[in-house]
DNA sequence: CCCATCCCCTGTATGC
DNA sequence: TGCATACAGGGGATGG
């Protein structure tokens, strides 16, 4: 569920908290969130006992918490996060009671802040945690938003960096923009041109540059390439600064709190409602197994 | 390689 | 009220 801004606030949240904190139990509720752990269930609890946190650091809708070795080994590992679209991480007192569709929980302990439960709940299971060795990343550039060294989980490599990253490369995104003939909807929900983009967003950045979401990616003019990305990031800066989307209870910062950002959308979920810019009929079609949202009269086809 | 489809899973809303 | 169905913000595997 979460996209980029939901995944930031969590992220924000659970920074204080965690860098410098110290795993003090493991508690695997459900095997189903370890899917994505290369390891077992007990090389998971066991690496992370006694670990302690050094960031945490977000790419796209990755996060991930780079943390000492404690076995002694020198391959640096991180805790890799995926919300998938019912995932959510909380933060609650030592000792509070289990919450519903939790599947994880990390006691920590922090110098400053005491004792704390970590947890990971999500009711669809799409969500993952793992370890995951960190590489260094091809562009020598930190690996994402709140890392301070140059690497990326495993998993997280292939991602792209996301539009509010200051070492996107934005060269690099125009060149496969240009290249790629499927739908520019497509083409933005794809991680590994750009990151962090989900149907929300995507279906906002499209109404906000005017681009019908069927438009071949290879006929953007670049004009239009430039608008689109402007589009992107200023929809992902005003959801971030609102506390992202919350249609319901599913998405919530680290205490449990929705965001406000929902009343701002102008065409996601509003299909048969009026254009906020032209009064014209919003439209909602079927589009890769989910929706898309878009105001035929301004976002014309090309 | 590129692209489109299908799958994983649970809860809620809607229609018959 | 009960039941079936559609739908929901995700990524990855797997075919053509």
Redesign the pocket.
Known sequence: ???LP?VEVVRSGLAPALVDATVSAVTVHDA?ALTRHPGSVEDFEHALRGARVVAVCRR??FLWMPFTPTDGSDTARAVVA?L???GQMLLRASGAPVER?ERIRLDIDHPDHGALAVVFAD????GSLALDPLLPTTDAAPGGFGADDATVPA?VA??ARDPLDPALDETRLRTLWA?????IK?VL?D?TVI?G????YADEALWGARIHPETPADALSARHATRLLAEVRSVLDKALAEG?????A??VNVNGQAGYF?HSLNAYGRGGEPCPRCDGELRRE?F????SHYCPRCQRRR
């Not at 009711?123 to 799409?126: D, E, I, K, N, V």
């Not at 992202?244 to 319901?248: A, E, H, N, Q």
């Not at 890769?288 to 929706?291: A, E, G, L, P, Y």
């Open positions: 569920m979460p996209e939901e189903r796209g809708k995926h998938g679209m019912s569709h009711q669809r299971t799409f998993q292939h991602i290249r790629k003939r499927s739908a497509r929900l991680q990151s983009v989900g149907n929300i992202g989307t919350s249609f319901d599913q998405y929902a079927a890769m197994n989910r929706s």
